[in-house]
């Protein structure tokens, strides 16, 4: 009597297709291009210069397997020592950008800075995928550096004030604009209340003065 060996090869194929279609990302299977920081250096404000908020993005990004690419800080600067202004909005490249869900939450530059942009709690999250807590949470941490207008642009400072934390070089003092991930707050103008990049400036640069008006010192990071 001959026996058959059962065909097992159809089953297993099902298998790892299926396996492998769950770890697909449900924006199609792009790779993470954009996420806000799990994680401040320690110094506050002072974040090295660009280069050194670039090295933090860099680095997190490193730490989930998203290294791999240039990342850059969602980060604008004045005017200063003989160098010109750097606008947050000319650092970052031209889009899309995809979040750790797979979620895009902007297609390009244009799109990010308008009210089209799927930017909010839900979809700026941290490089692990997680949701960063906000206004009404028991922890407030909405509040992201930026040092920038609402169109991506330098805050340009009045005279003798800041708005990024001494160029982010300064962990004491000073102050920064930031924005509202969640677009929620108490600013009373609404419409800087829920912007996710130009909402009001903080109390200074250290991370106690920092967390007084519901910063971390988080900031946004981007594929350039």
């Known amino acids: 009597m001959r026996f058959t060996r059962p065909l097992l090869w159809p089953a297993c194929t099902a298998a790892a297709l ?3 279609c769950s770890s697909v990302p449900s924006g199609g299977g792009h790779p ?4 806000i920081t799990s994680a401040n250096p320690g110094q506050g ?3 090295g210069g660009l280069a050194g908020a670039d090295a933090q993005c860099q680095r997190l990004a490193g730490g989930v397997g998203a290294g791999g690419r240039t990342w850059r800080a969602y980060l604008s600067t004045t005017a200063a020592a003989g160098r010109p202004a750097v606008n947050a909005r000319d650092r970052i490249g031209p889009g899309p950008w995809v979040n750790a869900k797979g979620v895009t939450v902007a297609t390009s530059v244009a799109d990010l800075h308008s009210a ?6 839900d979809t700026s999250l941290t490089e692990k995928g997680e949701a960063v807590p906000g206004y009404g949470d028991a922890v407030n941490r909405h509040d992201i550096l930026t040092g920038s207008r609402p ?3 330098v805050a340009v400072p009045e005279p ?3 708005t990024t934390c001494g160029n982010w070089t300064r962990g004491e003092g000073g102050s920064a604009i930031v924005g509202h991930h969640d677009l929620k707050g108490l600013n009373p103008d609404p419409v800087a209340n829920a912007s996710w990049n130009a909402s009001h400036g903080t109390r200074g640069c250290s991370l106690p003065q920092l967390a007084q008006s519901g910063s971390a010192g988080l900031m946004y990071c981007f594929v350039k």
Request: without cysteine; positive net charge.
């Open 45 to 47: 404000g002072n974040l």
């Open 116 to 121: 089209g942009a799927r930017l909010g709690k």
């Open 32 to 35: 993470m291009s954009f996420f």
């Open 151 to 153: 169109d991506g642009t």
């Open 18 to 20: 299926l396996a492998a």
């Open 160 to 162: 003798g004030k800041d």
